[in-house]
T-cell receptor, first 111, second 115 residues
Framework: GNSVTQMEGPVTLSEEAFLTINCTYT??????LFWYVQYPGEGLQLLLK?????DKGSNKGFEATYRKETTSFHLEKGSVQVSDSAVYFC??????????FGKGTRLHILP | DAGVTQSPTHLIKTRGQQVTLRCSPK?????VSWYQQALGQGPQFIFQ???????QRGNFPDRFSGHQFPNYSSELNVNALLLGDSALYLC??????????????FGQGTRLTVV
């Protein structure tokens, strides 16, 4: 079945550092791919998405590119801020609209 | 627009009891999905409701049941609670459009603790 694997955390970085959170997926079809963010005490917010191969999703300085050949959707940001501290979930959705999530990566940004 | 609203925000129940969680979808949305997020884990799909019917279901026992009302709001019921049912329960709504669903919006969740 479909699945998502993302790097384990926590990830701790200093402010203005470069961020990469790795994500790979397994899917039988052609899924849409997502990154969701969960701030402390809050629900999930969609951060960015890509619906087909080679698409790049971007939002708030974060980017991820849908790589079909490597079945990856790595999240990147050039310069992180303290306010980016949260849990990040990579996810996919196939023809059935069910969203399958990775286990999440907790990110701590130090001032 | 109030977005997706869930109630209650927190709940404590005893093993063996039953619980009902509620969700009001974002205005204009007609599809509701429920997810269980255990501590330190990603959300797991429980089921999805559309046109007042369960359209698909994840790998959860029959103790988990749901309902969707004509106004698209939804309830999640869990019977015979187990300690392992302690989790954050998330509701997500979307709009069915021509066989595809639009972006899902999530509520802030209900934190259920079973003691």
């Amino acid at each position: 079945g479909n699945s998502v694997t993302q790097m384990e955390g926590p990830v701790t970085l200093s402010e203005e550092a470069f961020l990469t959170i790795n994500c790979t997926y397994t899917a039988t079809g052609y899924p849409s791919l997502f990154w969701y963010v969960q701030y402390p005490g809050e629900g999930l917010q969609l951060l960015l998405k890509a619906t087909k191969a080679d698409d790049k999703g971007s939002n708030k300085g974060f980017e991820a590119t849908y790589r079909k050949e490597t079945t990856s959707f790595h999240l990147e940001k050039g310069s992180v801020q303290v306010s980016d501290s949260a849990v990040y979930f990579c996810a996919l959705s196939d023809w059935d609209d069910k969203i399958i999530f990775g286990k999440g990566t907790r990110l701590h940004i130090l001032p | 627009d109030a977005g997706v609203t869930q109630s209650p925000t927190h709940l404590i129940k005893t093993r063996g009891q039953q619980v009902t969680l509620r969700c009001s979808p974002k205005s204009g949305h007609d599809t509701v999905s429920w997810y269980q997020q255990a501590l330190g884990q990603g959300p797991q799909f429980i089921f999805q409701y559309y046109e007042e019917e369960e359209r698909q279901r994840g790998n959860f026992p029959d103790r988990f049941s749901g309902h969707q009302f004509p106004n698209y709001s939804s309830e999640l019921n869990v019977n015979a609670l187990l300690l392992g049912d302690s989790a954050l329960y998330l509701c997500a709504s979307s709009l069915e459009a021509g066989g595809l669903n639009t972006e899902a919006f999530f509520g802030q969740g209900t934190r259920l603790t079973v003691v």
